[in-house]
Structure formats: C-alpha cells, structure tokens
C-alpha cells in the first residue's frame, strides 16, 4: 500500500471517530455544565461502566475484524465465512454484557429501573459500534465509515438538543443508543455484500478466537484502567469531587481518539506489510517515532491550556480540575503511543506479549490507586497518578518488545497476497 494511501485512510478515519467522540464529549460537556458535577459523576459512571464492558469481547473482536478481513482482502479471499463467525459471538458476548451491567448499575452504581434499561441499551450499542468500525476498516471502506460515523453523531447531536430543550433527564442517554444504533445498523445490513469475485475464505475461523481472547485481556488491562478509575473515585469519593475527576476525565481522554483512530488503521495496513513486505518491522519503527513526535505536539498543547479549557468547558465551579487533568493527559498520551505498538504486535502474533505488558501495568496502577487513597491522598488524585503510573509501565514494556525483530518470520508469498479472480 502506497505511503499517500495510508495517510488518507488515516485521515478520514481521524475524522471519523473525531466527529463520533466530539458528539460524546458535547454529551457530558453540556451535563457538566447546566446540571451539576453530582449528575456529571453519575453518568460518567454508568458510561464508564459500558465502556469497561465493551472491552470483555467486542471491541478485541473488532481488533481482530480489522485484522483478519484486511488480510483476507489482500490475498483475495471472500470474508463472509469470518463475518459470520465474528457477528454470533458479538451478540453471544452482548448476553454476557447485560447480564453483568445490569446488576452493577442497579446495586453499586443505584441506577433506577429506567437507567438501568439504558445503561443496558448503551452497552449492547456502544459496543457494536466499535465492532462494526472494525469491519468496515478491515473491508477497506473507509470513507463508508466516516460519512456514518458524521451521520451517527448528527443523530445523537440532534437528539441530545431535543433531550435537554425538553428537560427530559430520564433519557439523557437515549441519544447516544440512537446515534450508534443507526451506525451498527448500516454495518450489518451491507457488511456481506461486494465480495462474490473473491475467493473462498480458506483461514479457519478458529484462529481468530485466541487472537480476540488475548486482545480483548489486554484490552481490558489498558483501556480499562481509565474507567476503573472513575468507578473507584465515584465509590470512595464525594459527589463533587467525582464530577471533578469526570470532567477532568471527559476532557483528558478526547486526545486519544486521535490515536484510537489512526492505529485501526494500522493495524489494518500493519497486517498486509506482515503479509507481503519484507520492510516491514523498519516501515513499522518509522511510524511509531511519527506518531510519538505527532501526539507529543497534542497532548502537551491541551496541558498547557488545561486551566482555560476547563474554564470556557464547564465553568470556574470546575476549577479544582486542573492538576487531574494534567496527570490524566501524561497518561492518555503513554496509552496512545503504546496503541500503535499494541497493532503491530497484534499482527506479528505478538498479541499475548502486549496482553501482559498491559495486565503489567494494570496492576501496578490499581496497586497506586488503593495504595494511594490508604496513604492518605485524596481519590481523585489518587487515580489520576495511578492510571498515569499503569499506562508508564504499560507503554516501556510494549514498545521495547515491538522493537525487538521477531526472528523466523516471513512474509506470504507475493502471488498468493494478490490473487484475484479475473
């Protein structure tokens, strides 16, 4: 795949997810700033609860569409098989999902009956959402994804100002259901079209679970540690200082779709250079310097104006924000260049180095977070420096491992890569 290919792909992905986080990130924004801190912990806890459950199978399935489909493309195989087998245990994880969220918001979060069917819906659609992007990236239709991606955030836009011109705070999170609804939706109806000239899938779906087990482990150990954080916080803390930790959250972790985005591209374009060049671990070590110089510029910006964006954000009843703010971008910044490092070990059949490399880091930060807060350090502060000191441990671990030349490995013979039918 040519260089200027990759750039545009990546390009309109960032797009894409920008414009689905910015629609999530005015969601809280506009609670935190007409309804309080106390309503803002509320619902940044029961987002942080979907979020940690998409993380158990769907999005570690998504991962794993991006990468066996793109690779299924490249050699010319018909992908269908492997959507099937991917889109059953999608709902069969969704079962799972329910019945874990369900309990947890109504006892530990005390969500009401009304909430929790929400909280229930979000999971079931956020997660598809982020399933259903991988497929389409792995299909190679990148720009399909990031028109439904804008049409997606203009629904939940649209409904969100409904929402709130009607006072309606009992479906404060409906816009959100809605808009990924209609993402997934598209997904699914067209996902098994446009590929009868390929040939038959002949790579055993079975490969792909171990993959999706690893990935989502290691997903869940790194992903996961943010929104941990928030649900120990809204447990040890005080309403308002767990609104403080969510704004500062809310605010902190935007800075990470951009890497979020990119490196589902990559990983797609990681997996045809393992399959056919033989450049691939230099063209790899070159864009992981890029991305690290590019996200470096970013993170560090947004923490210089940290006080100013929480200030115009959410107003100056926010302002003991600042110092989580800036300990959570380090970390979001840590946990977005080990997400390039995460993609290429994935399609190296690294994926269970990177999964402990995370596990690593996970339970060092949860180990700072009780540690802390026993010691005396308030629990805002205290898992804004343990998520920083887990996504540290996390990022040295995978990038050195990345580095490291994988010896025996060889590209797929240039013939088969490219086959096509006519």
Same mark, same amino acid.
């Given at each position: 795949m040519?260089q200027?290919s990759l @750039?545009?792909?990546?390009? =309109?992905s960032?797009a894409g997810v920008?414009v ?11 609670i935190? &700033?007409?309804?309080g801190?106390t309503?803002? *912990?509320?619902v940044s *806890?029961?987002?942080a609860?979907?979020l940690i459950?998409?993380l158990l199978w769907?999005?570690?399935?998504g991962?794993?569409?991006?990468h066996? +489909?793109?690779?299924?493309i ?5 992908p269908? !098989? *492997?959507? %099937?087998? +991917?889109e059953?245990?999608?709902w069969?994880?969704?079962v799972?999902?329910?019945a874990?969220g369900v309990p947890i918001?109504? $006892?530990?979060?005390?969500?009401t009956?009304g909430?929790?069917v929400a909280?229930a ?7 598809g959402? $982020?399933?259903?992007?991988? @497929?389409?990236?792995?299909l190679g &239709?990148i ?7 804008? #049409? ?5 836009t649209?409904?969100? #100002?409904?929402v709130l ?6 479906f404060l999170?409906?816009?959100? @259901?809605?808009?990924?609804s209609v993402f997934?939706? %598209?997904?699914?109806?067209?996902? &098994?079209?446009?590929?009868?000239e =390929? ?8 490969q792909m679970w171990?993959v999706?087990r690893?990935n989502s482990?290691g997903l869940l150990?790194s ?11 809204? !447990?040890v803390a005080?309403?308002?200082?767990a609104g403080l930790?969510a704004?500062a959250?809310?605010? *902190?972790t ?11 591209v990559?990983?797609? %374009?990681?997996s045809?250079w393992?399959?056919t060049d ?6 790899y ?9 590019? =996200?470096a ?6 923490a210089l104006f940290?006080? +100013? $964006?929480i200030?115009?954000?959410f107003?100056?009843?926010y ?8 300990l /959570?971008?380090?970390?979001?910044f ?5 997400l390039?490092?995460n993609?290429?070990? /994935?399609?190296?059949?690294r994926?269970s180095? !990177? ?5 690593v880091? =996970?339970? !060092? ?8 807060f026993v ?5 805002p ?6 998520v ?9 671990i995978?990038?050195v #491992? ?13 013939d &088969?890569?490219?086959?096509? /039918?006519?």
């Amino acid at each position: 795949m040519k260089q200027s290919s990759l @750039i545009s792909h990546a390009a =309109l992905s960032t797009a894409g997810v920008l414009v689905q986080g910015l629609s999530r990130f005015a969601f809280t924004a506009l609670i935190g &700033r007409f309804m309080g801190p106390t309503d803002l *912990a509320h619902v940044s *806890a029961w987002l942080a609860l979907a979020l940690i459950l998409s993380l158990l199978w769907p999005t570690g399935a998504g991962n794993a569409a991006s990468h066996f +489909l793109s690779g299924a493309i490249a050699r010319g195989e018909n992908p269908t !098989a *492997a959507l %099937r087998a +991917l889109e059953k245990s999608f709902w069969l994880s969704c079962v799972v999902m329910v019945a874990l969220g369900v309990p947890i918001a109504l $006892i530990w979060l005390g969500s009401t009956v009304g909430d929790t069917v929400a909280v229930a819906l979000l999971i079931v659609s956020y997660s598809g959402y $982020i399933f259903t992007r991988g @497929i389409q990236v792995g299909l190679g &239709r990148i720009l399909d994804t990031s028109v439904w991606d804008f #049409v997606s955030a203009l629904v939940t836009t649209l409904l969100l #100002v409904g929402v709130l011109s009607a006072g309606a705070s009992a479906f404060l999170l409906w816009p959100l @259901i809605i808009g990924y609804s209609v993402f997934v939706l %598209r997904v699914l109806i067209t996902a &098994r079209g446009g590929h009868g000239e =390929l040939l038959a899938w002949t790579v055993p779906t079975a490969q792909m679970w171990p993959v999706i087990r690893w990935n989502s482990l290691g997903l869940l150990a790194s992903n996961g540690l943010i929104q941990f954080s928030m649900l120990f916080v809204f !447990a040890v803390a005080t309403p308002v200082q767990a609104g403080l930790y969510a704004a500062a959250m809310s605010l *902190a972790t935007p800075a990470s779709m951009l890497s979020q985005a990119i490196s589902q591209v990559l990983l797609a %374009r990681f997996s045809a250079w393992a399959a056919t060049d033989t450049a691939a671990h230099r063209k790899y070590a070159a864009v992981l310097g890029g991305m690290s110089v590019m =996200l470096a510029v970013v993170f560090g910006v947004v923490a210089l104006f940290s006080g +100013l $964006i929480i200030q115009l954000v959410f107003g100056s009843e926010y302002a003991g924000a600042v110092t989580v703010m800036q300990l /959570l971008l380090a970390a979001v910044f840590a946990f977005s260049i080990t997400l390039v490092a995460n993609a290429y070990l /994935l399609t190296t059949n690294r994926t269970s180095l !990177a999964t402990m490399a995370a596990i690593v880091g =996970l339970v !060092a930060g949860l180990a700072v977070m009780v540690g802390g807060f026993v010691g005396g350090v308030s629990g805002p502060l205290s898992g804004a420096i343990a998520v920083l000191v887990g996504y540290a441990v996390s990022l040295v671990i995978t990038v050195v #491992v990345s580095l490291m030349p994988r010896v025996g490995a060889r590209p797929l013979p240039r013939d &088969r890569s490219t086959a096509r /039918l006519g």
